[in-house]
């Protein structure tokens, strides 16, 4: 089945710096690669998505890539804030009406002001 | 629009007794819905799929007899924890994935619900 590693686990930076979080996948039929935020307590909210026809994608502060030769993609997050902090996901799935997500362990990110 | 409800939000309950959890997609419909576990400070741990009409797909390590399934329509999954013990306390969050194409593979996540078993 799909492994998703990810990394780091725990993320420091400083209000204004760039956080970046990367992800690497195995199977090659993955094609659908979402990321998730959780805050403490509550639900994962979806972020951004991409397909793996499409090698970047970007939304105002977020942005996300990904290099399906070498079976990897990575969260950017620009001008961080502190509101920003939280748990991160990534996850992998082959994208059918029949598949599953499989997630990577998360990351914390911590802002400080 | 894509909002998912989930019911409790919290629930203590006594040893060997049962609790019931709903999962509702507000403002889509939802042939299959997820159900996961999340212990503190982990990852979503995915412990069966819910198809509306049939029955649900369980992950390996995963009682079927004690966690059971009900997706009777495409706007309701429950998931019953059945003779619950403090091993079974834990984050129970669901998800929904819109039917339909285009959106065949986004997931939508419900608040989720705190078990604790005495």
């Known amino acids: 089945g799909e492994n998703v590693e990810q990394h780091p686990s725990t993320l420091s930076v400083q209000e204004g710096d760039s956080a970046v979080i990367k992800c690497t996948y195995s199977?090659?039929?993955?094609?659908?690669f979402p990321w998730y935020k959780q805050e403490l307590g509550k639900r994962p909210q979806l972020i951004i998505d991409?397909?793996?026809?499409?090698g970047e994608k970007k939304d105002q502060r977020i942005a996300v890539t990904l290099n399906k030769t070498a079976k990897h993609f990575s969260l950017h997050i620009t001008e961080t804030q502190p509101e920003d902090s939280a748990v991160y996901f990534c996850?992998?799935?082959?994208?059918?009406?029949?598949?599953?997500?499989?997630f990577g362990k998360g990351t914390m990110l911590l802002v400080s002001p | 629009g894509a909002v998912v409800s989930q019911h409790p939000s919290r629930v203590i309950c006594k040893s060997g007794t049962s609790v019931k959890i709903e999962c509702r997609s507000l403002?889509?419909?939802?042939?299959?819905m997820f159900w996961y576990r999340q212990f503190p400070k982990q990852s979503l741990m995915l412990m069966a799929t819910?198809?509306?009409?049939?029955?649900?797909?369980?992950e390996q390590g995963v009682e079927k007899d004690k966690f059971l399934i009900n997706h009777a329509s495409l706007t309701l999954s429950t998931l019953t924890v059945t003779s619950a013990h403090p091993e079974d306390s834990s984050f129970y969050i669901c998800?929904?994935?819109?039917?339909?194409?285009?959106?065949?593979?986004?997931?939508?996540f419900g608040p989720g619900t705190r078990l604790t078993v005495l």
């Open positions: 998800s929904a994935r819109p039917s339909g194409a285009g959106r065949a593979d986004t997931q939508y």
């Open positions: 199977d090659s039929a993955s094609n659908y």
């Open positions: 991409i397909r793996s026809n499409v």
């Open positions: 996850a992998a799935s082959k994208g059918t009406g029949y598949s599953t997500l499989t």
């Open positions: 403002d889509f419909q939802a042939t299959t």
């Open positions: 819910s198809n509306e009409g049939s029955k649900a797909t369980y």
